[in-house]
């Protein structure tokens, strides 16, 4: 067993620290030649290497900690790289409202394209720089660069040996003793080796919290009841097995004149054909430019057009997601605009990921890469176009931009996990407009969301839940700018498992808000920080949070290190 604290890894040479993390299986001819046994010891152990697994190691290495980062894919950074999805922000982002690490990261990934993008100059000068120019964020960007400046910004750490990482690894074990876990076995998917991490601290930033099935953690999936919850949108009996739709994200651009038509997917026939039976009611076809709105479950009509030019529909999917804009680089620079498809039309909701055997896991996954190379065929062949056409085959798929051979997403973006069973659950009551203004007697003008003693961080997003397995469709409605309160990632038995992704301590409806990309940041930084609190105070972290002092302390250390944790009035 190598104890990082006092061993650096010299035989790895930094480029490739740097580039790509430590590959598991050079790790394990190192420690077999080095110790004769595969084993880590660390401070903290962080399993998975989501975007709150990104921000819990920043925490935990710039206070000194020695840190081990195991990561299923080949990318670290989760649903902003490896799924490639870019961020889903609140409408006061560029001010207020996120911790100063998250502001630090959208600044680094913004320069990063000054620094190595041809830029036009109006461009380059602009501090509110949207690479791509997307609709859905204020900074739509590669999942590419992301990796890039979430590997630069940890490579001192790497090249120190502060930090391992472990790439293409998942957990597939672990030892519990008394309430607390000893160790966490992990299985790298391209060697086919197995080693143990051993930690005081261990941080579950899986993207479906698969340590807490294999710590034998409390949790919960899928559809609590309104009995259970008291929630205005809960369902009206438990559903455990109903789970939100998963998404095989894809990026394209688009050779006008040119012919890039894929081959006929193996289920085109079968998505093609395919018409969802939700409630309420889906238009009709799944591939077809119309839809169910979220907050009208009408009928809508999306457009779609990839050149200049008008739309038929209530928006342009093609620059709805756009990553990389042509016009906001000199000209020459690249062909076409690149688009990120995450779209109703590849929603996956025919079965779940969470709580099946590998082989099902792998099945579903496949289907929804089957679904979504099925959309890009039929947009490519069958679609109806802007201008009355057939068909866009200078559509081209971009396996490059994902970082892949099959041109899809590393991984599913996934937008339920389990969820542990907290000291605190967050619910409807404490956050959705419509329960908030019915509890309180208050106007829409007065009301805030539920004030937690707790509070460690905050976040902004409407409920958004997308169609579900157990035949749901969209749920969507107002939230209030809301806290994340510490109770909510305590479990409610095991002492140091922490979680730092969608596994905290919410229901079905309330993960529909907690989910996007600066709340998981601030809910991973939070968990990095509490780690470092009871490293170094020697406090359980229930005790944290449940012994007043302890809860001060700790609310104070994190305000120092940029943890924001109230929101100004002016964000009612």
Same mark, same amino acid.
């Given at each position: 067993?190598? %104890?990082? &604290?006092? +061993?650096?890894?010299? #035989?790895?040479?930094?480029?490739?620290?740097?580039?790509?993390?430590?590959?598991?299986?050079?790790?394990?001819?190192?420690?077999?030649?080095?110790? #004769?046994?595969?084993?880590?010891?660390?401070?903290?152990?962080?399993?998975?290497?989501?975007?709150?697994?990104?921000?819990?190691?920043?925490?935990?290495?710039? &206070?000194?900690?020695?840190?081990?980062?195991?990561?299923?894919?080949?990318?670290? =950074?989760?649903?902003?790289?490896?799924?490639?999805?870019?961020?889903?922000?609140?409408?006061?982002?560029?001010?207020?409202?996120?911790?100063?690490?998250?502001?630090?990261? /959208?600044?680094?990934?913004?320069?990063?394209?000054?620094?190595?993008?041809?830029?036009?100059?109006?461009?380059?000068?602009?501090?509110?720089?949207?690479?791509? %120019?997307?609709?859905?964020?204020?900074?739509?960007?590669?999942?590419?660069?992301?990796?890039?400046?979430?590997?630069?910004?940890?490579?001192?750490?790497?090249?120190?040996?502060? $930090?391992?990482? $472990?790439?293409?690894?998942?957990?597939? =074990?672990?030892?519990?003793?008394?309430?607390?876990?000893?160790?966490?076995?992990?299985?790298?998917?391209?060697?086919?080796?197995?080693?143990?991490?051993?930690?005081?601290?261990?941080?579950?930033?899986?993207?479906? =919290?698969?340590?807490?099935?294999?710590?034998?953690?409390? @949790?919960?999936?899928?559809?609590? !009841?309104?009995?259970?919850?008291?929630?205005?949108?809960?369902?009206?009996?438990?559903?455990?097995?109903?789970?939100?739709?998963?998404?095989?994200?894809?990026?394209?651009?688009?050779?006008?004149?040119? %012919?890039?038509?894929?081959?006929?997917?193996?289920?085109?026939?079968?998505?093609?054909?395919?018409?969802?039976?939700?409630?309420?009611?889906?238009?009709?076809?799944? $591939?077809?430019?119309?839809?169910?709105?979220? /907050?009208?479950?009408?009928?809508?009509?999306?457009?779609?057009?990839?050149?200049?030019?008008? @739309?038929?529909?209530?928006? %342009?999917?093609?620059?709805? +997601?756009?990553?990389?804009?042509?016009?906001?680089?000199?000209?020459?620079?690249?062909?076409?605009?690149?688009?990120?498809?995450?779209?109703?039309?590849?929603?996956?909701?025919?079965?779940?990921?969470?709580?099946?055997?590998?082989?099902?896991?792998? #099945?579903?996954?496949?289907?929804?890469?089957?679904?979504?190379?099925?959309?890009?065929?039929?947009?490519?062949?069958?679609?109806? +176009?802007?201008?009355? *056409?057939?068909?866009?085959? *200078?559509?081209?798929?971009?396996?490059?931009?994902?970082?892949?051979?099959?041109?899809?997403?590393?991984?599913?973006?996934?937008?339920?996990? /389990?969820?542990?069973?907290?000291?605190?659950?967050?619910?409807?009551?404490?956050?959705?407009?419509?329960?908030?203004?019915?509890?309180? *007697?208050?106007?829409?003008?007065?009301?805030?969301?539920? !004030?937690?003693?707790?509070?460690?961080?905050?976040? !902004?997003?409407?409920?958004?839940?997308?169609?579900?397995?157990?035949?749901?469709?969209?749920?969507?409605?107002?939230? $209030?700018?809301?806290?994340?309160?510490?109770?909510?990632?305590?479990?409610?038995?095991?002492?140091?498992?922490?979680?730092?992704?969608?596994?905290?301590?919410?229901?079905?409806?309330?993960? *529909?808000?907690?989910?996007?990309?600066?709340?998981?940041?601030?809910?991973?930084?939070?968990?990095?920080?509490?780690?470092?609190?009871?490293?170094?105070?020697?406090?359980?972290? +229930?005790?944290? /949070?449940?012994?007043?002092?302890?809860?001060?302390?700790?609310?104070?250390?994190?305000? #120092?290190? =940029?943890?924001?944790?109230?929101?100004?009035?002016?964000?009612?």
């Amino acid at each position: 067993m190598v %104890n990082i &604290n006092r +061993r650096k890894f010299a #035989k790895q040479s930094v480029q490739s620290a740097l580039m790509f993390g430590v590959d598991h299986s050079v790790w394990c001819s190192y420690l077999r030649a080095d110790s #004769k046994q595969s084993g880590f010891k660390t401070d903290v152990a962080i399993i998975g290497g989501s975007l709150g697994g990104c921000s819990a190691a920043f925490a935990a290495l710039r &206070n000194g900690h020695q840190v081990v980062l195991t990561e299923e894919t080949e990318w670290i =950074g989760g649903q902003l790289t490896s799924q490639g999805v870019p961020p889903d922000e609140h409408r006061w982002i560029e001010s207020f409202g996120a911790n100063a690490s998250y502001r630090e990261l /959208r600044r680094r990934i913004r320069n990063y394209y000054r620094t190595n993008y041809p830029l036009k100059h109006a461009q380059r000068q602009k501090w509110k720089l949207n690479p791509g %120019n997307g609709s859905v964020s204020r900074l739509c960007h590669e999942p590419r660069v992301a990796l890039a400046v979430l590997l630069d910004w940890l490579a001192p750490y790497l090249s120190s040996g502060q $930090l391992i990482i $472990l790439n293409q690894c998942r957990p597939v =074990g672990a030892e519990v003793n008394g309430g607390r876990i000893q160790s966490v076995e992990v299985f790298s998917e391209k060697s086919g080796e197995k080693s143990v991490i051993e930690a005081p601290v261990f941080i579950d930033a899986t993207e479906l =919290g698969d340590l807490l099935p294999l710590a034998k953690v409390e @949790y919960v999936v899928g559809t609590e !009841s309104k009995t259970q919850t008291g929630e205005m949108h809960a369902s009206e009996s438990a559903r455990p097995d109903n789970h939100q739709a998963f998404t095989m994200c894809f990026a394209m651009d688009h050779m006008d004149g040119e %012919n890039h038509v894929i081959a006929k997917p193996e289920r085109y026939g079968f998505w093609r054909k395919f018409m969802p039976d939700l409630s309420p009611a889906w238009p009709g076809r799944l $591939l077809d430019w119309t839809y169910t709105h979220p /907050r009208s479950s009408e009928s809508r009509l999306l457009g779609f057009n990839p050149g200049s030019g008008g @739309y038929k529909g209530i928006i %342009n999917l093609w620059s709805y +997601r756009r990553i990389l804009a042509q016009s906001n680089f000199e000209t020459g620079s690249f062909k076409s605009d690149i688009s990120l498809v995450n779209w109703p039309q590849n929603d996956y909701f025919l079965g779940s990921i969470i709580d099946v055997k590998r082989e099902e896991f792998l #099945k579903h996954v496949w289907d929804a890469k089957q679904l979504s190379l099925s959309l890009l065929y039929w947009m490519q062949t069958e679609a109806p +176009r802007h201008d009355d *056409g057939q068909g866009y085959p *200078g559509l081209r798929l971009r396996p490059d931009v994902m970082g892949t051979e099959d041109g899809l997403a590393m991984y599913p973006y996934v937008r339920e996990s /389990r969820r542990i069973q907290a000291e605190y659950t967050v619910t409807e009551q404490d956050c959705g407009l419509e329960q908030r203004m019915a509890s309180t *007697g208050m106007g829409r003008a007065d009301v805030r969301a539920e !004030s937690y003693s707790d509070a460690i961080g905050i976040g !902004s997003y409407p409920i958004d839940l997308h169609p579900s397995t157990g035949g749901d469709n969209y749920i969507d409605f107002e939230t $209030l700018p809301f806290q994340i309160p510490l109770g909510a990632l305590i479990p409610k038995r095991i002492e140091n498992l922490i979680p730092a992704c969608k596994n905290i301590g919410t229901t079905h409806v309330t993960n *529909g808000c907690y989910r996007l990309h600066p709340v998981e940041w601030g809910i991973g930084e939070a968990a990095g920080l509490l780690a470092h609190e009871a490293l170094k105070s020697g406090q359980p972290i +229930r005790s944290i /949070r449940n012994q007043k002092k302890h809860l001060n302390n700790f609310q104070a250390t994190i305000k #120092k290190q =940029g943890v924001e944790s109230e929101w100004p009035d002016m964000a009612s």
